[in-house]
């Protein structure tokens, strides 16, 4: 079993639709990283949460550090939001990815 | 900020060839770790510099090596290679240990 999961790992709705991604984890961290992967590679951090909620824009994520879950919501959708949208942890020592959730957003 | 810079951005090279991955960090991180990312997977985790000494490994072989300069850029030199190690190879940066990572774009390496 990986110690990080997401959900689900692929996921196709029409611009404007609210989206949920999920991130389970099984070890202890200092911080979860929602990070975001166009085509071609390039990873952009979007969050580092250790608590609570954040909001940038019209993305919010949650963690919560008791039920090791966190969510990511992506409000009124849009074609140019379609990526692979990936949570990773902290660990110890360094970062352990999960597989990434590959996100598609029809007009 | 100059942000994480990669170099080259891609890469092919032939098996049993030996190559050289660069990685600038941002302005201000001393610690730099590498990642590899095989196709439609997630990234993992390869090794991290601190201060020029390596501070973690992953489950790499010993061919998969690395260094850090003065000014915490850092290389991921790669030996013997293989089929297999094509891949996006990422960088990231950060202030100190496991914390507020910034990505380079990647290097991505094709062995053939």
């Known amino acids: 079993k990986n110690e990080v999961e997401q959900s689900p790992q692929n996921l196709t709705a029409q611009e404007g639709e609210f989206i949920t991604i999920n991130c389970s984890y099984s070890v202890g961290i200092s911080a979860l990283h929602w990070l975001q992967q166009h085509p071609g590679g390039g990873i952009v951090s979007l969050f580092m949460l250790s608590s609570g909620k954040k909001k940038h824009g019209r993305l919010i994520a949650t963690i919560n550090i008791q039920e090791k879950h966190s969510s990511l919501h992506i409000t009124a959708s849009h074609p140019r939001d379609s990526a692979v949208y990936i949570c990773?942890?902290?660990?110890?020592?360094?970062?352990?990815f999960g597989t990434g959730t590959r996100l598609q957003v029809f007009p | 900020e100059t942000g994480v810079t990669q170099s080259p951005t891609h890469l092919i090279k032939t098996r049993g060839q030996q190559v050289t991955l660069r990685c600038s960090s941002q302005?201000?991180?001393?610690?730099v770790s590498w990642y590899q990312q095989a196709l439609g997977q997630g990234p993992q985790f390869i090794f991290q510099y601190y201060r020029e000494e390596e501070n973690g490994r992953g489950n790499f072989p010993p061919r998969f090596s690395g260094l850090q300069f003065p000014n915490y850029s850092s290389e991921l030199n790669v030996n013997a290679l293989e089929l297999d190690d094509s891949a996006l190879y990422l960088c990231a940066s950060s202030p100190q240990g496991n914390y507020g990572y910034t990505f380079g774009s990647g290097t991505r390496l094709t062995v053939v």
């Open positions: 990773a942890v902290s660990g110890p020592d360094k970062l352990i």
């Open positions: 302005s201000g991180h001393n610690t």
